[in-house]
C-alpha cells in the first residue's frame, strides 16, 4: 500500500469540514419560564412616591403566609423567587415588558406581579397587581411545573394597577 500524502490531507480537511460537533454535548438548559408582562392601558400607573418596586415572582406556595412572606424570599430554602432580583425593578411606564425567568425545577402556585407601596419591607406594603391566570378557572392563579432542561414559553401575565387580582396572602392567626 503506497501513502499518499496529498490524499491524506483532503481527508482530514473533508473530515475536519463534515464535523459539526456531532459529538459534544448540547448547551444546558436552565429551567425556567419565559413571555409577556402586558400592563393594561385602562390602568395608569400609580404615582411615583407609591411605586417603590415592581418584580415578577413565582411562589412555590398558594395561598401564601404573610407571615413567612420576607423570609420566602430571602431565607433559604426559598420558596417566592424575583424577577429581575430583589435590587432591581422591572422597568416602570412602559406598555410591556419582555422576560425570562430563570428557576429551579418545581411546582409554581401562583406567578404574579407584585407592587412594593413603601420602602419598609412589610407585608401591608405590598400588592399583587397581576397575575398568570388560569384559562380553565379565570380569577384562579395558574399552576406552572417547571422542569429540570425546560423552559416554559409564551406566559403573559397581565398587570392592572386600577383592577388588581385577589391577594394571595393569608392573615396571621
Known amino acids: 500500500m503506497r501513502f499518499y500524502p496529498v490524499t ?4 482530514l480537511l473533508g473530515g475536519g469540514i463534515a464535523c459539526d460537533g456531532g459529538l459534544t454535548p448540547p ?3 436552565k429551567p425556567g419560564i419565559a413571555g409577556t408582562i402586558r400592563f393594561s392601558s385602562a390602568s395608569p400607573w400609580p ?8 418584580w415578577l415572582f413565582a ?3 398558594y395561598p401564601m403566609d404573610s407571615a413567612r412572606i420576607i423570609t420566602g424570599v430571602l431565607i433559604e430554602p426559598r420558596t417566592i ?3 429581575p432580583s430583589l435590587g432591581e425593578s422591572l ?5 410591556s415588558v419582555q422576560f425570562r425567568f430563570e428557576l429551579t425545577p418545581g411546582d409554581y ?3 404574579g406581579v407584585i407592587q412594593q407601596l413603601r420602602p419598609e419591607l412589610v407585608v401591608g406594603n405590598f400588592r399583587v397587581v397581576g397575575m398568570l391566570e388560569d384559562p380553565s378557572v379565570p380569577g384562579t ?5 417547571v422542569r429540570s432542561g425546560t423552559v416554559i414559553t409564551g406566559l403573559v401575565v397581565n398587570v392592572n394597577f386600577a383592577a388588581p387580582p385577589p391577594q394571595p396572602f393569608l392573615s396571621p392567626p
Open 81 to 83: 423567587f424575583l424577577y
Open 141 to 145: 392563579p395558574r399552576t406552572i411545573s
Open 91 to 95: 422597568p416602570y411606564q412602559v406598555d
Open 109 to 111: 402556585r401562583y406567578v
Open 8 to 11: 491524506f490531507v483532503i481527508m
Open 47 to 54: 404615582p411615583t412616591d407609591s411605586l417603590q418596586g415592581l
Open 27 to 29: 448547551p444546558e438548559v
Open 59 to 61: 411562589s412555590l406556595e
